[in-house]
């Protein structure tokens, strides 16, 4: 009999810069509980300094109004899990811009961090929109200088832009991640074929 190949999981990624603004979305067998088909936009990256991002996709079971005082219950918020540091800080990720956030700063085209806090509460208990607007982490992710290349070059991570910033803001969980992939093309189109729990098959 013929050897048949097992490997067919293993995807080299298609290698590119690290950037500002850029998605990581995590190879399929990264079992590490706060990247396990993660993706992460990067909000900071520096060559000499490092990288700062939150993961997109997993919603936590906390609200708004659990972390914040002051938030209508009509109007509260689901709250995500940006990583593993710094699990006493708020953060949030929107495309309203600085000119209804003031002092929001621009990491990517259309999407903001960041900005004056109670204007955000306000636009939240406004019963303003917040699929694909606004959303709120707690915690980050974040690697030292040459950390986050090393693990793009041991396949860790694929490296790949966004279309539209709304689209971020939108979704959750597992089918997140195969909305990413599948946005990949077909290089990656073996990764499909995963679910986040391998032994569910």
């Given at each position: 009999?013929?050897?048949?190949?097992?490997?067919?999981?293993?995807?080299?990624?298609?290698?590119?810069?690290?950037?500002?603004?850029?998605?990581?979305?995590?190879?399929?067998?990264?079992?590490?509980?706060?990247?396990?088909?993660?993706?992460?936009?990067?909000?900071?990256?520096?060559?000499?300094?490092?990288?700062?991002?939150?993961?997109?996709?997993?919603?936590?079971?906390?609200?708004?109004?659990?972390?914040?005082?002051?938030?209508?219950?009509?109007?509260?918020?689901?709250?995500?899990?940006?990583?593993?540091?710094?699990?006493?800080?708020?953060?949030?990720?929107?495309?309203?811009?600085?000119?209804?956030?003031?002092?929001?700063?621009?990491?990517?085209?259309?999407?903001?961090?960041?900005?004056?806090?109670?204007?955000?509460?306000?636009?939240?208990?406004?019963?303003?929109?917040?699929?694909?607007?606004?959303?709120?982490?707690?915690?980050y992710s974040?690697?030292?200088?040459?950390?986050?290349?090393?693990?793009?070059?041991?396949?860790?991570?694929?490296?790949?832009?966004?279309?539209?910033?709304?689209?971020?803001?939108?979704?959750?969980?597992?089918?997140?991640?195969?909305?990413?992939?599948?946005?990949?093309?077909?290089?990656?189109?073996?990764w499909q074929?995963?679910?986040?729990?391998?032994?569910?098959?």
């Amino acid at each position: 009999m013929k050897e048949i190949t097992t490997n067919i999981f293993n995807v080299t990624t298609v290698k590119g810069d690290v950037r500002q603004g850029a998605l990581l979305v995590a190879e399929p067998f990264l079992s590490e509980s706060y990247f396990n088909h993660g993706v992460l936009s990067l909000v900071d990256y520096s060559p000499e300094e490092g990288a700062m991002g939150v993961v997109m996709n997993y919603r936590t079971a906390n609200m708004l109004s659990d972390v914040l005082d002051g938030i209508s219950p009509q109007f509260d918020a689901p709250v995500y899990c940006g990583g593993p540091l710094g699990q006493d800080r708020l953060f949030f990720i929107h495309t309203l811009g600085s000119d209804i956030i003031s002092d929001a700063r621009e990491y990517a085209p259309g999407l903001f961090v960041g900005g004056d806090f109670s204007a955000i509460i306000n636009y939240v208990n406004s019963g303003y929109m917040l699929d694909g607007v606004l959303r709120f982490f707690v915690g980050y992710s974040g690697w030292s200088r040459g950390q986050l290349e090393d693990e793009l070059a041991g396949d860790v991570w694929a490296l790949t832009d966004f279309d539209n910033p709304h689209e971020l803001l939108q979704g959750n969980g597992d089918p997140y991640w195969h909305r990413c992939v599948r946005h990949m093309g077909e290089p990656y189109r073996s990764w499909q074929l995963l679910p986040r729990n391998i032994h569910a098959n």
